[in-house]
């Protein structure tokens, strides 16, 4: 015990280590507080093993690239024992991935086998393939360097993945309803990008490494962890307030469609004509949180006809079906005499909006100007009209 005080008090830990530091117990605390925080779904349990893998990664670093921690694991576990260590950095991707998965489905099903990504790397440590050809051994240096970037961009591609499913996912939203303050799913898409950039940064140091200037080398090899530093608070933060709020789209049921299904060209435009009645003489599309389940009720429709005709004829998904016509009410509204002395948010919320700032992004993204612009340049107009007669 004597000697391991002795050990602690000499200068063994450079700054990036007490990064390396901060983020593994960081990662590991959060990371078994969510585990422990009740209720506990799946989506709740990847995440917090995602956070542990990243803590055992970033030990691995540590143990690594500290030449004191390294003089004494080395001869224990030899090149190969750090390399299995190594392993971890396979998992993190699929975690990620499968955690957005999990927090975007109403029912997910969960396998080990989902964990398979680590066996290019369990194939590196069992076949040593440095030895084979000398470039290698000048670009990856140690078994474990070759190990962590084909474990790196294993990551990368599964987080490429999680946002290819996060846009297929927002258009599903999209099909479905058109409020857009229900869609909380940004800041799972900032945290996936955020987690491809510091992986993608881990693959390049061996690519670097032969010719790279000094300055340039340590930049890439110490900004991951300064970005994941930031990182690991912002998924704690969006993972306890945020995930909660986002929207679970249940999976549709899987139904073959025969010929005698699907709907006819003419039964179609038939069913057009009828909703575009509706929805001009009833204003259906002024009803708040309005979903195209609900839309297709009171059409006497179903759900899934509604949708394709809105698709087909119509030529827009169901939120911009419903929006297009909420503006069009807003644009009518601000000009008229009857809706003269009443405010901008009356009026946008009397069409069936609830968000001020999703209405205002809407708003300028179709007309080009703010409402207010809109109804003062329509008033100078009709001023100008009236003043010419």
């Given at each position: 015990?004597?000697?391991f005080?002795?050990?602690?008090n000499?200068?063994?830990?450079?700054?990036y280590?007490?990064?390396l530091?901060?983020?593994?117990?960081?990662?590991?605390?959060?990371?078994?507080?969510?585990?422990?925080?009740p209720?506990?779904?799946?989506?709740q349990?990847?995440?917090?093993?995602?956070?542990i893998?990243?803590a055992?990664?970033?030990?691995?670093?540590?143990?690594?690239?500290?030449?004191?921690?390294?003089?004494?694991?080395?001869p224990i576990?030899g090149?190969?024992?750090?390399?299995?260590?190594?392993?971890?950095?396979?998992?993190h991707?699929?975690l990620l991935?499968?955690?957005?998965?999990?927090?975007?489905?109403?029912?997910?099903p969960w396998?080990?086998?989902?964990?398979?990504?680590?066996?290019?790397?369990?194939?590196?440590?069992?076949?040593e393939?440095?030895?084979?050809?000398?470039?290698?051994?000048?670009?990856?240096?140690?078994e474990?360097?070759l190990?962590?970037?084909?474990?790196?961009?294993?990551?990368v591609g599964?987080?490429?993945?999680?946002?290819?499913?996060?846009?297929?996912?927002?258009?599903?939203?999209?099909?479905?309803?058109?409020?857009?303050?229900?869609?909380?799913?940004?800041?799972?898409?900032?945290?996936v990008w955020?987690?491809?950039?510091?992986?993608?940064?881990?693959?390049?140091?061996?690519?670097?490494?032969?010719?790279?200037?000094?300055?340039?080398?340590?930049?890439?090899?110490?900004?991951p962890?300064?970005?994941?530093?930031?990182?690991?608070?912002f998924?704690v933060?969006?993972?306890?307030?945020?995930a909660?709020?986002?929207?679970?789209?249940p999976?549709?049921?899987?139904?073959?469609?025969?010929?005698?299904?699907?709907?006819?060209?003419?039964?179609?435009?038939?069913?057009?004509?009828?909703i575009?009645?509706?929805?001009?003489e009833?204003?259906?599309y002024?009803?708040?949180r309005?979903?195209?389940?609900?839309l297709?009720?009171?059409?006497?429709?179903?759900?899934?006809?509604?949708?394709?005709?809105?698709?087909?004829e119509?030529?827009?998904?169901?939120?911009?079906?419903?929006?297009?016509y909420?503006?069009?009410?807003v644009k009518?509204?601000?000009?008229?005499?009857?809706?003269s002395?009443?405010?901008?948010?009356?009026?946008?919320?009397?069409?069936?909006?609830r968000s001020?700032?999703?209405?205002?992004?809407l708003?300028?993204?179709?007309?080009?100007?703010?409402?207010?612009?809109?109804?003062?340049?329509?008033?100078?107009l009709q001023?100008s009209?009236?003043?010419?007669?």
């Amino acid at each position: 015990m004597h000697q391991f005080y002795e050990w602690l008090n000499q200068s063994q830990f450079n700054a990036y280590d007490l990064i390396l530091i901060m983020l593994m117990f960081q990662c590991l605390m959060f990371g078994l507080l969510m585990l422990l925080r009740p209720p506990r779904p799946l989506s709740q349990r990847l995440l917090s093993a995602f956070l542990i893998s990243l803590a055992v990664g970033q030990l691995v670093f540590l143990l690594t690239y500290n030449p004191a921690l390294f003089r004494v694991l080395h001869p224990i576990w030899g090149d190969s024992g750090f390399a299995l260590w190594a392993l971890i950095y396979s998992v993190h991707g699929p975690l990620l991935f499968h955690y957005t998965r999990a927090l975007t489905s109403e029912s997910y099903p969960w396998r080990w086998s989902c964990l398979w990504p680590f066996a290019p790397g369990l194939v590196v440590v069992v076949s040593e393939p440095l030895g084979w050809h000398s470039m290698l051994e000048v670009m990856f240096w140690r078994e474990l360097v070759l190990v962590c970037v084909l474990g790196f961009a294993v990551s990368v591609g599964f987080a490429v993945a999680a946002l290819i499913h996060i846009k297929r996912y927002s258009e599903r939203l999209k099909d479905r309803f058109c409020t857009v303050e229900l869609m909380e799913y940004g800041w799972l898409k900032l945290m996936v990008w955020g987690f491809l950039l510091v992986w993608a940064l881990e693959i390049l140091p061996p690519f670097f490494y032969p010719w790279a200037p000094w300055p340039l080398m340590e930049t890439v090899v110490h900004l991951p962890g300064v970005l994941e530093l930031g990182l690991i608070y912002f998924i704690v933060f969006a993972g306890l307030f945020y995930a909660p709020a986002t929207r679970q789209i249940p999976a549709p049921p899987e139904k073959e469609m025969t010929a005698s299904d699907e709907p006819s060209s003419a039964e179609d435009q038939t069913v057009q004509g009828y909703i575009t009645m509706r929805m001009e003489e009833d204003k259906l599309y002024c009803r708040p949180r309005l979903n195209i389940e609900r839309l297709a009720e009171e059409l006497s429709l179903s759900p899934r006809q509604l949708s394709q005709v809105i698709n087909r004829e119509f030529g827009k998904n169901f939120f911009e079906f419903i929006n297009g016509y909420r503006l069009e009410e807003v644009k009518q509204r601000l000009t008229s005499d009857e809706w003269s002395q009443a405010s901008v948010q009356e009026i946008y919320e009397s069409v069936g909006f609830r968000s001020r700032s999703s209405f205002f992004t809407l708003f300028r993204k179709h007309v080009g100007m703010t409402p207010s612009q809109y109804r003062d340049a329509n008033s100078s107009l009709q001023s100008s009209t009236e003043n010419g007669a």
